[in-house]
């Protein structure tokens, strides 16, 4: 069985996207043997009200029947917009959404914010977790409409240091942190309070690259598969598991990489 947790439908202003709706995902999951993929809506990121996308997605859901239920739905959530706790009230009565995603970046806040504090508290009172990008596409091919990833730190991505803060500042919340794409390295008194943190990472970063050493230093509960489609493709997420030798991981732990961690961790 195969849970990707990190995929998406909707549109991406500076890039055409193939299969980014619903059923069209759908035939792709079938072409790679995907059961089941956590969504989230791209337009969330650019709108100026998030549930607006979030509205959408669940509409289009509803309109897949059956086929519906291969998705697990997450919220894009802006918490510096004003009515975000009802919007996130609705989400999870209303739409059934089972998770939250932010995207400081693109929505110009801290990540030590007090408003994404109050809302990590909060999905952690109904533990939904919170999910976490390095990037949405690399910076060296952004466009020059696309955010200044230089706005919050010297280098133009983020990197592990950077959204630990939010971990450090909830450490009882379910964190999903994904397409980790630089480094993973904290100071010794930070990286013992990220093993015991509740975080889930996804395999299409390019730093998973190593995933055989990150599960004998990481542990091999703490990674899952994940695209980051269509922005990103099925295959590499997958290969990344599937060429791990037996001496990085028996075929127990590959299964609970293709699903075991991500249901566990989601509560499925």
């Keep these: 069985m195969l849970i990707d947790i990190n995929a998406y439908v909707g549109h991406w202003p500076f890039m055409q996207l193939k299969y980014n709706n619903c059923a069209a995902l759908v035939e792709r999951m079938n072409k790679f ?27 289009e859901l509803k309109a897949l029947g059956p086929r519906g239920k291969r998705f697990i739905p997450f919220a894009v959530i802006n918490p510096t917009y004003a009515g975000w706790q009802h919007d996130l009230e609705a989400c999870v009565k209303k739409f059934g959404m089972k998770g939250i995603r932010v995207y400081p970046k693109y929505h110009d806040y801290a990540i030590s914010d007090p408003a994404l504090i109050e809302l990590v508290k909060r999905a952690r009172d109904l533990d939904l977790p919170v999910a976490f990008n390095y990037k949405m596409v690399d910076s060296r ?74 599960l004998k230093t990481e542990g091999t509960s ?47």
Excluded: C
């Excluded at 969504?39 to 669940?58: D, M, P, R, V």
């Excluded at 919050?152 to 994904?178: G, Q, R, S």
């Excluded at 922005?231 to 598991?241: A, N």
């Design 33 to 59: 043997g995907v059961d089941t993929s956590v969504i989230s809506n791209l337009n969330g990121i650019f709108y100026k009200n998030t549930q607006s996308a979030n509205q959408e997605l669940h509409a």
């Design 141 to 214: 091919q952004r466009s020059w409409m696309d955010i200044d990833y230089v706005a919050y730190t010297p280098k133009p991505e983020w990197t592990l240091k950077n959204i630990f803060p939010i971990i450090k500042e909830v450490p009882d919340a379910k964190y999903m942190i994904l397409n980790v794409t630089n480094s993973m390295q904290l100071d010794a008194a930070d990286a013992a309070l990220f093993r015991k943190a509740q975080v889930l990472m996804d395999t299409s970063g390019r730093s998973i690259n190593e995933l055989g050493t990150l």
């Design 222 to 268: 703490r990674f899952a598969f994940g695209t980051h489609a269509p922005i990103l493709d099925y295959l590499t997420g997958m290969l990344r598991i599937e060429s791990l030798r037996p001496t990085e991981a028996d075929a127990t732990v590959k299964e609970r990489l293709r699903s075991g961690n991500a249901k566990k961790f989601l509560g499925l």
